[in-house]
């Protein structure tokens, strides 16, 4: 056996074992980052790359080649997916610094290494049915249209980032409708990955507002819109979550309801108006609705028949 086959040999691990290598493995990727931030200025740029490209080869390498249970990866393969991918993106980020990029990453750097990410957790989401590589895929996608737009038209304003934080949204939920037939937990996670960028809106709000360099205020953090994007978000992916029985995403509507208090509440006067009476109505209705008196159903139609020709009946029924 050549040296060849007894690596790819060592990158297919019996089933038994992968649980335990993708338990280490995130271990592993937790030091690895942990070592990048604190001798980030000890090594030279081009020991990080090898560094973590090797650690990013070795983790994506048994991701790849374990057999698939059912047509699809295992937890334990989906985590050493997203362990590998994750330090892929550092590694590109550490080459376009040896090539030059300034750091903190520039917005065109930014934009061609999550193109590049994106290229890359692609396979897996189409060859290996990998859901969570999809997601992986779409974030990079919205990623590499956020520093574009930087790149290409300068530091935007925050109203600028929301639109486009709301079109990646609108992308992700489309893409979700095409999958759902024939790939629903791809769908799920694209939904997910939609709340996510809608999330973004009321937390980059609120951050703004508490440091120093932000644009929000606490005295409104969010326009009246924006505040009904985030709450419809919610509701949306509360019913989504609930319909199609996907915790993650009703979780993750609980989160964007519990922003849309934050940002409602910030700066607002002792009042009622506006917010709190129209959900108030709005909650009450549907209660109310849910809650009516049940009335009996009216009596079934009476069946009628049509009277078949002589010509088309049976013998037996002349």
Aim: aromatic share 6%; charged share 15%.
């Amino acid at each position: 056996m050549s040296r060849r086959d007894e690596l790819l040999e060592l990158l297919r691990p019996p089933a038994h074992r992968v649980p335990v290598i993708a338990s280490g493995a995130v271990l592993f990727t937790a030091g690895l980052l942990l070592e990048e931030q604190r001798l980030d200025d000890r090594l030279p740029n081009g020991v990080h790359l090898l560094l973590v490209a090797a650690a990013t080869a070795l983790l994506l390498g048994v991701a790849l080649l374990s057999p698939l249970e059912g047509g699809r990866p295992t937890a334990s393969q989906s985590v050493l997916l997203v362990c590998g991918l994750l330090l892929l993106e550092i590694a590109l980020l550490e080459l376009a610094r040896i090539l030059g990029a300034p750091y903190p990453t520039s917005a065109a750097a930014l934009t061609w290494t999550s193109l590049a990410l994106a290229a890359v957790a692609a396979y897996p989401a189409r060859r290996r049915n990998a859901a969570i590589a999809t997601m992986v895929t779409a974030i990079a996608l919205g990623v590499a249209v956020l520093a574009a737009a930087e790149w290409l038209a300068g530091p935007l304003s925050p109203t600028a980032y929301r639109w486009l934080l709301l079109a990646i949204a609108l992308a992700c939920v489309l893409a979700s409708l095409a999958l759902r037939g024939g790939s629903p937990r791809h769908a799920e996670l694209l939904v997910v990955t939609a709340g996510l960028a809608t999330l973004a809106i009321p937390v980059t709000a609120g951050a703004g507002a508490l440091l120093p360099f932000g644009s929000g205020t606490a005295a409104g953090l969010l326009p009246g819109f924006w505040e009904l994007v985030v709450l419809a978000a919610g509701c949306g992916l509360v019913a989504y979550g609930a319909v199609d029985r996907a915790p993650g995403a009703a979780w993750l509507g609980v989160a964007h309801l519990g922003a849309f208090v934050v940002v409602a509440s910030a700066g607002a006067d002792d009042t009622l108006l506006w917010w709190p009476l129209t959900l108030l109505v709005l909650g009450g209705a549907v209660m109310a609705a849910g809650l009516r008196p049940r009335r009996p159903l009216p009596p079934e139609p009476a069946g009628y028949s049509v009277e078949r020709p002589l010509a088309s009946r049976a013998d037996g029924e002349r």
